[in-house]
Every structure is written in structure tokens, then in C-alpha cells.
């Protein structure tokens, strides 16, 4: 049986659920990532306005400056490490680093290709007109903390139902884990997407599991 080719993907989401999970600490979670979303509070701030910035940038040269761009990715690892750590996902029990860096040991992890060259017509109309499809969807999936994802959406109902369900028996659901993967996968593509970071469109589309479907190499 032929094995399928690798498929370039923009924008790819990692994660490992980490066995034992204590069965009582998600109870407090959100305490204890409020340090973060303190922090991050200033960070989207600042990821507004190096946004709009690119968008310039973008406009007049075709091209989203490397360094606007790692910040922006660095914000956007920050967000997902701390969602998966609380109500995004609690997939894990190791406290997220104060860090915009890639954190290549941490059970969660985000890579996004740096694109040699942005269109200058898509980069008018993407974040706003094509995204609108996607933020109705994304938006039954976070409720209403866009970027933080410790809310009462979709995502944050499944999170804590299993971790309920872990409470009682001392395991995560499997499924569970993997369809909480892939909604947040979802939403972390169109973050790219509409954050000018990429001009390959979001597919409409769940790859749930810890990782991705017949990806090649990793983007840094």
C-alpha cells in the first residue's frame, strides 16, 4: 500500500497529553494561570498593534517583517501553551514558561511558516470578508475569550467534561482529547490566517489527534 506524500501545511499544532494527570488540580487552574493572563493581556495588545503594522508592511512591500512575525508567533505559542494547560485543553499539569520562545520540551507546541511573500490584495480583504465564515464557527468553539480560549465555549465545555470524567476514574478520555485537538487546531489556523501570518486559506475541517495528518518537516 502506497503511503500518501506529505502535505505542506502553514501552520502546524503539537501536543502530547501527559499521563498521570492529577485527578483534583483542574479545579484551580484557573488561579494559578492567572500570573498569564495578566501578562498576556498586554500581549494582545501589543500583537493589535505589530499586526497593524504588518499590514502595511504587507500592503507596500509584500512582505511581513521576520521580526513583527516572531513576536507575533512567540504571543500565539504563549496563548496556546496556557490554554492547553488550563481550559483550552488540561492536557497537561506542567506550568507553562513566562516565555515567547519555542519551548521545544512543553507538551504543547505551535509552528508557523514564515512566508517570503504575502498578497498584497489578499492582505486587504482576508482578515475581515474570507475570515468571516470561520469566525462564526470559531466562535461557538472559544465563546467569548478570542485568543484566550478559558471561557464558556465548545472547547472549554469538552476540556472540563473530561476532566470530570478523569476525576472519577483517573484516566482523560482518548476521544475526547483528540476531538479538543483538533477544534483547537482549528482555531489556531484561522488565528494565522486572519493575523496575516499566511495566505493559505483555513481548510474547514477537524484533524483531531495530538498531531498533525501526513504533515512534512516542521515550521519554526
Given at each position: 500500500?502506497?503511503?500518501?506524500?506529505?502535505?505542506?501545511?502553514?501552520?502546524?499544532?503539537?501536543?502530547?497529553?501527559?499521563?498521570?494527570?492529577?485527578?483534583?488540580?483542574?479545579?484551580?487552574?484557573?488561579i494559578l494561570a492567572?500570573?498569564?493572563?495578566?501578562?498576556?493581556?498586554?500581549?494582545?495588545?501589543?500583537?493589535?498593534?505589530?499586526?497593524?503594522v504588518a499590514f502595511f508592511a504587507i500592503l507596500f512591500t509584500e512582505r511581513y517583517p521576520r521580526g513583527l512575525f516572531v513576536f507575533n508567533l512567540g504571543v500565539l505559542r504563549w496563548t496556546w501553551r496556557v490554554s492547553y494547560y488550563s481550559y483550552g485543553a488540561l492536557g497537561t499539569d506542567r506550568y507553562p514558561p513566562f516565555s515567547l520562545a519555542e519551548v521545544p520540551d512543553y507538551p504543547a507546541r505551535l509552528y508557523i511558516a514564515y512566508p517570503q511573500r504575502l498578497s498584497r490584495g489578499l492582505v486587504l480583504v482576508k482578515w475581515w470578508l474570507?475570515?468571516?465564515?470561520?469566525?462564526?464557527?470559531?466562535g461557538f468553539f472559544v465563546g467569548g475569550a478570542q485568543g484566550g480560549w478559558w471561557s464558556t465555549g465548545l472547547i472549554s465545555v469538552l476540556a472540563v467534561i473530561a476532566a470530570v470524567i478523569l476525576t472519577f476514574t483517573g484516566k482523560y478520555p482518548r476521544d475526547l482529547y483528540d476531538l479538543i485537538m483538533g477544534l483547537n487546531r482549528w482555531v489556531l489556523r484561522v488565528s494565522a490566517y486572519a493575523s496575516l501570518m499566511t495566505d493559505d486559506y483555513p481548510p474547514f475541517r477537524l484533524d483531531m489527534g495530538a498531531t498533525e495528518p501526513d504533515t512534512g518537516p516542521l515550521y519554526a
Open positions: 500500500m502506497t503511503t500518501p506524500p506529505a502535505v505542506y501545511r502553514p501552520v502546524r499544532v503539537e501536543a502530547r497529553l501527559d499521563s498521570p494527570l492529577s485527578q483534583w488540580l483542574w479545579l484551580v487552574k484557573w492567572i500570573p498569564h493572563y495578566l501578562v498576556l493581556f498586554f500581549l494582545w495588545i501589543a500583537f493589535f498593534l505589530v499586526s497593524v474570507f475570515a468571516i465564515p470561520h469566525y462564526i464557527v470559531i
